[in-house]
């Protein structure tokens, strides 16, 4: 066990607004970290600028000890960091299977006249990205679905869709913006216990999510911002029971 990500006085502004202000917390490997916090506390700005999506004014984020300053977000997934949105992003008029292959486009090593031809080297390369996909589904509960067209399935399993496809890379760390949102307390539930199972295979998670439920009952330990500050951090335990975070998120 050691640190995965270090966050060293990250600040960053829009115009005149500082959305983040000097953050600074580190995850350790193979844990569940929550970032949790009111609208407009900063939680989305903070995993855009971790996954590269937005540049950070200062500071430093540190992934494996490395730093990750200029790097853009296809160089950071390749780093073995991968992310989810907020917003169901699924190729409707593909398989749920396509959909999630679309998570290793960027590993292909052969080429398109490879594939064209049906080379083997390019034959095996497909079988070992179907073999990584149909496991991906397998964790979240869809590998019996694999075939259906994405748009046909519900909501939430749409979601798991997309959890999967950022799992088909392996990464060494997942950051997942609000998973849970627009699901039932049973799809929660569920949410809940893939990634757990995420943990024990080894994954590191970086959780932003409103259900504190959820929150409270996976994750490892919590980070709570506040106007683009982080106001406390610690176990779910002692997050409620912490004053500021009564008065600032639960508006106590």
């Given at each position: 066990m050691g640190e995965i990500l270090k966050l060293q006085t990250v600040s960053k502004s829009f115009g005149g607004v500082k959305a983040l202000r000097g953050v600074s917390f580190s995850l350790e490997d193979g844990e569940i970290l929550g970032l949790i916090g009111p609208n407009g506390a900063g939680k989305t700005t903070l995993i855009n600028v971790i996954s590269g999506l937005l540049k950070e004014d200062q500071g430093h984020i540190l992934f494996e000890g490395h730093s990750l300053k200029g790097l853009s977000p296809w160089q950071r997934a390749a780093l073995g960091l991968a992310r989810t949105f907020q917003h169901i992003q699924v190729f409707a008029d593909l398989t749920v299977l396509e959909n999630v292959l679309c998570g290793l486009h960027r590993q292909r090593k052969t080429s398109f006249w490879a594939h064209f031809l049906r080379l083997p080297a390019a034959v095996a390369e497909e079988k070992d990205f179907e073999s990584r996909a149909y496991q991906a589904l397998a964790l979240v509960g869809l590998k019996e679905k694999a075939s259906w067209e994405a748009e046909t399935l519900p909501y939430g399993e749409q979601k798991k869709v997309v959890l999967a496809r950022s799992l088909v890379s392996n990464p060494r760390l997942l950051l997942l913006d609000e998973p849970a949102g627009g699901l039932n307390e049973r799809e929660t539930e569920e949410l809940g216990q893939i990634l757990l199972k995420l943990k024990t295979k080894g994954m590191t998670l970086l959780l932003v999510e409103?259900?504190?439920?959820?929150?409270?009952?996976?994750?490892?330990?919590?980070?709570?911002?506040?106007?683009?500050?982080?106001?406390?951090?610690?176990s779910p335990l002692e997050i409620q029971k912490n004053n500021r975070v009564l008065e600032a998120y639960l508006g106590k």
């Open positions: 409103h259900d504190l439920n959820l929150v409270m009952n996976i994750c490892d330990r919590v980070v709570v911002l506040n106007q683009g500050e982080v106001i406390a951090m610690g």
